[in-house]
């Protein structure tokens, strides 16, 4: 029960703003490839896979993480930060229940799970947004459009953009998490450690990013489309 209400509080409830993002990623993405290629004589056909590339390895993963930091891991440091300085923990441990079992687990798990589902979603409205700027909008020709995104998107780009959203999910939740079960000093201390949880866990995602890529791409070097 703790991993279904975790899992729903930090993926479902985080839905609506990751598309929201996503969708305008893509778009303001989508925009300036279709001006910026625009200036080579039929090269604004690359806008989408692009985009693609862009969006599935490094926007999706990492925007999406970023939102979840916002919202899923200031909740979490705020919810377990209330049950710390009520002593709702204390009677945790007193009634022989593991704490980090029964409050920490759940959520680092659930965190897991749902980045990548939530990173693929936002890759997808991602692409239907870019789609609408630059074939709808813009003018670009769809066929041409959607055949470089087969011919340079790799099913490889969306694994390792799910792979640094699993990664990710784990490292904010974990620090929501720490940064709750540490909490003291009362309502003062809640808010501090909410603050530092969102702060924390941004800049945590942006370094890792980087760790991540570097070994990914020297794990899977890219593959040559052409």
Known sequence: QNYLEAGEYIGFGSLPIVLLVGAFTGMVMSLQFVFAFGQFKGMEVLS?????KALALEL?????SLMLAGRAGS?????????RITEQIDALESMAVNPIQFLVLPRIVAGMI????????????GMAGAYLVAVVAQGVDQGLFISNI????MPMDIIQGLIKAAVFGFVVTLIGCYQGFNASGGGRGVG????RAVVIGSVSVLVFDYFLTDILLTLIPPVRAL
Do not use: N, R, W, Y
Not at 119 to 125: D, E, N, P, S, Y
Not at 150 to 153: G, I, R
Not at 192 to 195: D, E, H, L
């Open 48 to 52: 989408g896979a692009i985009t693609g």
């Open 60 to 64: 999706a993963p990492v925007l999406t």
């Open 75 to 83: 909740g979490i440091a705020t919810e377990i930060g209330s049950m």
């Open 114 to 125: 749902v980045a990548p589902i939530l990173a693929l979603l936002f890759f997808l409205i």
């Open 150 to 153: 087969k011919d340079l998107l």
């Open 192 to 195: 501090i450690g909410t603050t």
